[in-house]
């Protein structure tokens, strides 16, 4: 089966960043890490990182544009690993399993990593502004689109089904089905198992 998911455009992944421009990325991450751990994602402001930096505010909000891409890009790191396993790791997240398994994988493997940056995640929702998709979500969405088609479904049935099953796994979701409603994380994974299977069945 033919993986025709898009590589994850992540926030400020450049190909070939200069080697200056690493180390003060670099910097400013781990003052960003340092406050995180410190106060927590609600002290994290950009002038808080510039003076932990040692740098102008300026600098932060050129580097990273505002604050959701602050936040986004401190989970960077494991978004490419999630990318990397997603094309080309062993299946059934990986490629090489029938498309039902690959979407549970997905599910199961994405309601880990919100449960692992959650407030993070959250935090960076709460930032972004407009009705602009953020990239990740872009491309995560449009793999899930991809396994709909490969399950059978026509495109405009894949295109809808596709948003409805992401918006399950948005943080604010995850983290309020554990904090709200008192679910754990076995249970949401065994949700998103129930969703697939139905969204399979309609193809069959």
């Not at 960077?76 to 979407?103: H, I, K, T």
């Not at 059978?152 to 409805?164: I, K």
Request: charged share 25%; hydrophobic share 45%; with cysteine.
């Amino acid at each position: 089966m033919a993986e025709t998911a898009p590589t994850l455009p992540l926030h400020d992944a450049t190909p070939c960043e200069r080697a200056d421009a690493a180390r003060n990325r670099a910097l400013l991450l781990d003052a960003a890490r340092q406050i995180v751990a410190r106060e927590g994602v609600q002290g994290l402001t950009m002038q808080a990182v510039a003076d932990a930096a040692g740098v102008g505010k300026g600098t932060v909000f050129r580097r990273f544009e505002d604050r959701a891409g602050l936040l986004h890009a401190l989970v960077d790191d494991d978004e490419v690993a999630f990318q990397e396993n997603l094309l080309r790791g062993p299946a059934p997240l990986g490629p090489g399993s029938p498309p039902a398994e690959r979407l549970s994988a997905f599910g199961v493997a994405r309601i880990a990593f919100v449960l692992r940056h959650g407030e993070v995640l959250r935090a960076a929702e709460r930032s972004e502004c407009g009705s602009v998709e953020h990239p990740v979500r872009t491309a995560h969405r449009m793999h899930l689109q991809v396994l709909l088609r490969d399950a059978g479904h026509d495109e405009a049935t894949a295109t809808y089904m596709s948003g409805a099953l992401i918006s399950a796994l948005e943080p604010k979701v995850i983290l309020g089905q554990i904090e709200r409603e008192g679910l754990d994380p076995e249970q949401l994974e065994d949700g998103w198992r129930t969703l697939v299977a139905a969204a399979a069945s309609v193809a069959a």
